[in-house]
T-cell receptor, first 115, second 113 residues
Framework: DVKVTQSSRYLVKRTGEKVFLECVQDMDHENMFWYRQDPGLGLRLIYFSYDVKMKEKGDIPEGYSVSREKKERFSLILESASTNQTSMYLC??????????????FGDGTRLSIL | AQKVTQAQTEISVVEKEDVTLDCVYETRDTTYYLFWYKQPPSGELVFLIRRNSFDEQNEISGRYSWNFQKSTSSFNFTITASQVVDSAVYFCALWKGNTPLVFGKGTRLSVIA
């Protein structure tokens, strides 16, 4: 069965801290994505990656960076956390090409609170 | 540019009522795919259905049905005889293939016993 695993379901950090959110997939997918979800705004794409060491900015990359050193792992980094980054973060992965029933498989999400 | 609009922010129904969630999309592509995802209170996104742009046949799966109409760029989702377990946020999404999904803002459905 397909699996996208996010390292934490709940996380509480302080303003100014450097925060790492980890995502691992076991499906050998090329593509990986990070979204944040906020009430009334839906899912917004932060960054995505089509291959190891590659990254592309999404719609709201400011304040974030990413790392993709291995195919199965995609890390989201908050360089200096701020309260407006309190949100639900969702990781997803997908195959590069071809037709599959689900374009993206999602993790369970991380609820991050910045105090 | 691609865009998905879910005009209904929140819907509340009494159990056993039918409810339709609206989804309107915009795209200039002739080949595309449309999806519905369910997000229960636990947070994970659960895939419900995918349709491609060449297949306008409506689909029924148990209490769920989907009405895809290219003429109005809509892909509406109906739950028949709603149940409390249907309470969730539902997202409609558009996909061109090998690009990130474009999501609507979601509709929060509350089914009251």
């Amino acid at each position: 069965d397909v699996k996208v695993t996010q390292s934490s379901r709940y996380l509480v950090k302080r303003t100014g801290e450097k925060v790492f959110l980890e995502c691992v997939q076991d499906m050998d997918h090329e593509n990986m994505f990070w979204y944040r979800q906020d009430p009334g705004l839906g899912l917004r794409l932060i960054y995505f990656s089509y291959d190891v060491k590659m990254k592309e900015k999404g719609d709201i990359p400011e304040g974030y960076s990413v790392s993709r050193e291995k195919k199965e792992r995609f890390s989201l980094i908050l360089e200096s956390a701020s309260t407006n980054q309190t949100s639900m973060y969702l990781c997803a992965s997908s195959q590069r090409t071809g037709v599959s029933n689900q374009p993206q498989h999602f993790g369970d999400g991380t609820r991050l609170s910045i105090l | 540019a691609q865009k998905v609009t879910q005009a209904q922010t929140e819907i509340s129904v009494v159990e056993k009522e039918d409810v339709t969630l609206d989804c309107v999309y915009e795209t200039r592509d002739t080949t595309y795919y449309l999806f519905w995802y369910k997000q229960p209170p636990s947070g994970e996104l659960v895939f419900l259905i995918r349709r491609n742009s060449f297949d306008e046949q409506n689909e029924i799966s148990g209490r769920y049905s989907w009405n895809f109409q290219k003429s109005t760029s809509s892909f509406n989702f109906t739950i028949t005889a709603s149940q409390v377990v249907d309470s969730a946020v539902y997202f409609c999404a558009l996909w061109k293939g090998n690009t990130p999904l474009v999501f609507g803002k979601g509709t929060r459905l509350s089914v009251i016993a």
